[in-house]
């Protein structure tokens, strides 16, 4: 079982910019982050192969976030620029032990508690 945990999340003015952190207490292949706002299903937002040479993103992220992992940390990370007050969210990293990245939760073993995400407008 590998545990997940976030950080990095917070109360930013739209336009502004968050780096999200999850840290994980073992290996897991591929990586993503969901988010999920009030009211609304959880979402994809991006996801990552082991080597990062694959990388998928939401179309309503593309070109302003930006997923990244560091293995010897076993940390992959969220850079969110251009913030959106539709960005708002609790985002939550996932795991899973399969090589290519999914875009479905039930796709992912493991998740983390989540991280609050707030943009203000």
């Known amino acids: 079982q590998v545990q997940l945990v976030e950080s990095g999340g917070g109360l930013v003015q739209a336009g502004g910019s968050l780096r999200l952190s999850c840290a994980a207490s073992?290996?897991?292949?591929?990586m993503g982050w969901f988010r999920q706002a009030p009211g609304k299903e959880r979402e994809f937002v991006a996801a990552i192969s082991w080597s990062g040479a694959s990388t998928l993103y939401a179309d309503s992220v593309k070109g302003r976030f930006t997923i990244s992992r560091d293995n010897a940390k076993n940390t992959v990370y969220l850079q969110m620029n251009s913030l959106k007050p539709e960005d708002t969210a609790v985002y939550y990293c996932?795991?899973?032990?399969?090589?290519?990245?999914?875009?479905?939760?039930?796709?992912?073993?493991?998740w983390g508690q989540g991280t609050q995400v707030t943009v203000s407008s």
């Open positions: 073992g290996r897991a292949f591929s």
């Open positions: 996932a795991g899973d032990g399969r090589v290519v990245p999914g875009i479905k939760p039930y796709e992912y073993s493991y």
